[in-house]
């Protein structure tokens, strides 16, 4: 076995761009700076203006963009947000926290995203809400979305955690809902060396307001005239962040490079499904998931004892999770999600991958599925 393949790799990236995290991490400490000033500011200014909005506030999380998000809209007791049962739990956390209820639809199978063609049968008079998440990388049909919602008067929010940069029509996420919500999770697109957040938008009013809730509702250092919360995203992860920023297009491109490459290295095996593009997007490929015939969990397994790293995302849908079960949805609620559950899989994939690697998976993939395991 030559060297295991992880399925991200943060060492690579810091190995690639080490004087400038450095620079900007001594930076913060010379100045002890570390909550707000500049470097948030800059940050902020900078994500704005790559996602092509006019504001951006930096959050402690990606978890509590969303929660600020639908804090700030008026999103609690009793409404319904219609989103997707196949994500992360975190698009439904913030949801449940606020004493809301998150109504699902099933996901269209070739994008993995929501399918927009059964939003409007999930609309009640009490919905609130449409959250589409941009999964994968993929943006979700939102001119579609867009739509329904203004028929209905709904209001937006885009869970944009694995599409920073992604392209729908053109226009990227924050550019079409009320508000996106990215997370810096060190192993997102754009990952901080910790925890952090961001929520992109257009609405002066909305993005004020969310600057105020992030910092206990303050209007000087002690007083406080709402009651806020404690998600400010800190200086030292957001002058890591606008270090990486000016590296983020080439990161992404270099994903949509290696996605093709496997695309290409796949082609036409038996047993494997390799990812939809909607001719309408750019994708930004967070995640490279195809679809594998067999035994996924055995296939996973042979994959790593061949030095393979490859993951689910997400094993359990949402609406099957323990956390979730006094709802009682039946298993066979959102047959395309519980399908999918079960038979992806998700290669490794980051920016400094080499053609050979990509070459090494692909090969190992096939040889696995096609019942070479041992080969
Ligand atoms: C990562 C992620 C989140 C949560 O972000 P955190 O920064 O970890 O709080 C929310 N939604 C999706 C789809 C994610 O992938």
Redesign the pocket.
């Known amino acids: 076995m030559s060297h295991p393949i992880p399925l991200v790799d943060l060492k690579a990236q810091y190995a690639a761009i080490q004087p400038e995290i450095d620079g900007a991490i001594a930076r913060v400490i010379a100045n002890t700076s570390f909550i707000g000033g500049k470097e948030v500011s800059a940050f902020e200014q900078a994500f704005a203006e790559f996602q092509g909005v006019k504001r951006c506030v930096g959050i402690a ?6 929660a600020l998000v639908l804090h700030a809209l008026g999103i609690g007791a009793g409404d319904e947000v219609i989103t997707t049962p196949h ?2 739990i ?2 439904v956390e913030p949801i449940e926290a606020a004493g809301a209820v998150s109504v699902f639809v099933d996901i269209d199978p070739a994008t993995f995203n929501m399918d927009v063609t059964q939003i409007e049968a999930a609309i009640t008079p009490r919905t609130k809400a449409i959250m589409p ?3 994968y990388g993929q943006m979700a049909r939102m001119d579609v979305i867009m739509d329904i919602a203004r028929r209905h008067g709904l209001v937006v929010i885009e ?1 944009a ?2 599409a920073h940069g992604a392209e729908y029509l053109g226009k990227r996420a924050g550019q079409w809902g009320d508000a996106a ?1 990215f ?3 060190p192993g ?1 697109n754009l990952g901080a060396y910790g ?3 961001a929520v992109c938008t257009n609405d002066d009013a909305l993005a004020d307001k969310i600057a105020k809730l992030r910092d206990h509702g303050r209007t000087s250092k002690y007083a406080h005239d709402i009651i806020g919360f404690g998600e400010r995203l800190d200086a030292l992860q957001a002058a890591i962040l606008g270090a990486k920023l000016p590296h983020l297009a080439d990161w992404n491109e270099a994903r949509r490079r290696i996605a093709g490459e496997y695309t290409e290295l796949l082609d036409g095996a038996e047993g494997i499904c390799t990812p939809y593009v909607d001719p309408n997007g750019v994708p930004v490929f ?1 995640i490279y998931c195809v679809t594998v015939s067999g035994d996924r969990d055995a296939i996973q397994a042979a994959l790593k004892a061949r030095g393979v790293e490859a993951g689910i995302h997400y094993p359990l849908p949402l609406h099957m999770q323990p956390a979730l079960a006094h709802r009682g949805y039946a298993v066979g609620a959102f047959p395309h999600t519980e399908h999918a559950a079960n038979c992806i899989l998700s290669l490794p994939i980051y920016p400094e991958m080499s053609l050979e690697q990509v070459r090494t998976v692909a090969d190992a993939l096939r040889d696995v599925v096609g019942g070479r395991a041992g080969a």
Request: glycine share 12%; net charge negative.
């Open positions: 999380s990606g978890t509590g963009a969303i994500s992360f975190a698009t998440v941009h999964l869970d955690a694995q919500c997370s810096m999770y997102k925890d952090a957040g967070h």
